[in-house]
């Protein structure tokens, strides 16, 4: 059973960090591309940073560069999402996608808000 599971979430003031994490289970993890998307109240959902499966390449919204790293640990099948210098912006749901060759996986997702 394919399970991946995002948690780390919160409620952070501006300019504050946050590390998100997503667990994964019932796959080859280690040979999935790993993504983080989010998605705002009337938004689209965005591609914020992705990880190839050997961590050499990685890729970041243009929104983001700077302030958010992208790792993956295969050992622990774990991705994570360290998330610096916050922004009101940066408010949103964030899920974590696994894309494969021929499926892919998404979560549930886990609430961002940053506010004072």
């Known amino acids: 059973q394919v399970q991946v599971v995002e948690s780390g979430g919160g409620l952070v003031q501006p300019g504050g960090s946050l590390r998100l994490s997503c667990a994964a289970s019932g796959f080859t993890f280690s040979n999935y591309w790993m993504s983080w998307y989010r998605q705002a109240p009337g938004k689209e959902r965005e591609l914020v940073a992705r990880?190839?499966?050997?961590?050499?390449?990685?890729n970041y919204a243009d929104s983001v560069k700077g302030r958010f790293t992208i790792s993956r640990d295969n050992a622990k099948n774990t991705v994570f999402l360290q998330m610096n210098s916050l922004k009101y912006e940066d408010t949103a749901m964030y899920y974590c996608?696994?894309?494969?060759?021929?499926?892919?996986?998404w979560g549930q997702g886990t609430q961002v808000t940053v506010s004072s």
């Open positions: 996608k696994a894309l494969g060759a021929i499926s892919d996986y």
């Open positions: 990880i190839s499966p050997s961590s050499g390449l990685t």
